[in-house]
């Protein structure tokens, strides 16, 4: 018996470790019979505002970006109103700001968001969805709090601003406005009507037109009023710039104020920016110009970027900027080229060469830049002597050459200083007969003195 139930044990233990494994069951899996209401169909509810976001699951993060997701869809249900007396209007008008704006502020709102709650979260195994909601009674609360702290900080603002310039401090005074805007930003397309005083105004119109009075009340004067630039001068002039605001008793002289200036100079656009003193006054000196630039002139206007602090965020300043009236000051630069007297003395082989000489070519080019040529040395700025002449250079098949070589000098008649002087030696001319190849010569230095005086005395007079 005890060998039998030897026997009875080990087949019990045998057949228990055949036995199947029984695995934890698995959990399950959400599938398209399990997806809720809200994500068969968006919910409409009066009283709140609806965010659902989703992001695939493949993504590492995918749990935060359904969160963010869901909570710039609820952004984007809090839709701004366009009011038609708003600022947001104004600048729609003239910048087309709208679109750029409504982005921007959406964002912002995304990020601001408070009170909202978690409705529900869905998992289908591949993708995360967020159910976010937001009641419009809670949010109107909030918004109406934070209006009334932006509506102090903008009003605050704009009174200092009126203490600025009230001191001729332009500068601050543009600064502190547009601070004030900024300030009222999330609100520039609702109505925003205060009491200032004793009248009531749409606050950020009234902030953002004090602004274009700031820019467009900018007096800018100069002395001399035309820029005379001559070779008595060296082409070379300064002027005097002043910037003032307000008229009669109320004129005051803006210190500190950024203005840009620019001109054609001969190497391209010659462009400086300058602040002008404590008594609104700054100098600037116009020098190598352009003498060839068609109807050159002086543009003194006021740096309306350089009263923009780098903090400020560009996507909402721009565009306010951009919409105001600059000043500019256009002065005429006059350009009163020499008084050239020349003595040529040209020949070709020993012969007067008047009619065939580089002489009147150069005459030509340089009348045709502005220069003035007079018959009396007296009456010129520079004096050109000028000298010629051909000689023989053999013959070679039946076709003669001739060598030519040209000299020219200008000296300042007053110092008697040389301003200028070069030449063409031993340019080649060939033809049948030597006087024939003089003339070939000519003609070939001709062409060549065009092209490259008149840039070398252009260099040499600045």
């Given amino acids: 018996?005890?060998?039998a139930f030897a026997i009875a044990l080990l087949a019990a233990a045998g057949c228990k470790g055949h036995q199947t494994t029984v695995?934890?069951?698995?959990?399950a899996v959400n599938t398209e019979a399990d997806k809720p209401a809200w994500v068969r169909s968006r919910p409409v509810n009066d009283a709140y505002y609806i965010g659902i976001g989703l992001c695939p699951k493949s993504r590492a993060d995918f749990q935060e970006s359904a969160k963010?997701?869901?909570?710039n869809d609820l952004a984007s249900e809090i839709s701004v109103k366009v009011e038609g007396n708003s600022l947001l209007y104004t600048l729609d008008q003239k910048t087309s700001f709208n679109e750029s704006y409504t982005s921007a502020i959406n964002t912002k709102t995304s990020e601001q968001l408070e009170g909202f709650e978690?409705?529900?979260?869905?998992?289908?195994g591949s993708e995360q969805w967020i159910y976010y909601r937001l009641g419009k009674s809670d949010w109107a609360r909030i918004k109406a709090e934070r209006k009334q702290k932006a509506i102090d900080q903008a009003t605050d603002l704009f009174s200092r601003s009126h203490q600025s310039i009230a001191n001729g401090d332009l500068k601050g005074a543009f600064d502190q406005d547009l601070r004030a805007l900024l300030a009222m930003k999330d609100y520039w397309g609702e109505s925003d009507v205060v009491t200032i005083g004793d009248k009531q105004v749409s606050l950020a119109n009234e902030i953002y037109n004090d602004l274009q009075k700031l820019s467009s009340g900018v007096r800018l004067s100069?002395?001399?009023?035309?820029?005379?630039i001559d070779y008595a001068n060296?082409?070379?002039?300064?002027m005097l710039v002043t910037a003032q605001f307000g008229a009669g008793k109320n004129t005051r002289d803006l210190a500190q104020l950024p203005l840009a200036i620019t001109y054609p100079g001969n190497s391209g656009k010659v462009g400086e920016n300058k602040n002008t003193d404590s008594e609104g006054r700054s100098r600037t000196t116009v020098q190598r110009v352009d003498l060839e630039a068609a109807s050159p002139e002086l543009l003194v206007r006021l740096d309306v970027d350089a009263l923009v602090s780098k903090e400020l965020e560009p996507t909402f300043t721009k565009?306010?900027?951009?919409s105001l009236t600059v000043p500019e000051l256009h002065v005429l630069i006059d350009r009163a080229m020499p008084r050239v007297f020349m003595q040529a003395t040209e020949t070709n082989l020993g012969r007067s060469a008047a009619d065939i000489g580089v002489a009147l070519g150069i005459k030509e080019e340089l009348t045709g830049k502005g220069f003035h040529f007079v018959d009396r040395s007296a009456d010129a700025d520079l004096l050109m002597n000028l000298t010629s002449s051909t000689r023989e250079g053999g013959e070679s098949s039946g076709f003669f050459t001739a060598y030519l070589d040209v000299t020219y000098r200008f000296r300042d008649r007053r110092s008697n200083e040389v301003i200028l002087e070069g030449g063409k030696p031993g340019v080649k001319g060939i033809q049948l007969d030597y006087a024939r190849a003089g003339v070939d010569a000519y003609r070939k230095a001709g062409e060549a003195l065009r092209?490259?005086?008149?840039?070398?005395?252009?260099?040499?007079l600045l």
């Fill in 451 to 460: 092209k490259e005086l008149v840039p070398a005395m252009m260099n040499a």
């Fill in 68 to 71: 963010k997701s869901a909570l």
């Fill in 1 to 3: 018996m005890k060998r």
């Fill in 23 to 27: 695995k934890p069951a698995e959990t």
């Fill in 222 to 228: 100069i002395l001399p009023e035309r820029c005379a």
């Fill in 234 to 238: 060296h082409f070379k002039r300064e």
């Fill in 319 to 322: 565009p306010l900027v951009s």
């Fill in 118 to 124: 978690l409705v529900d979260s869905w998992d289908n």
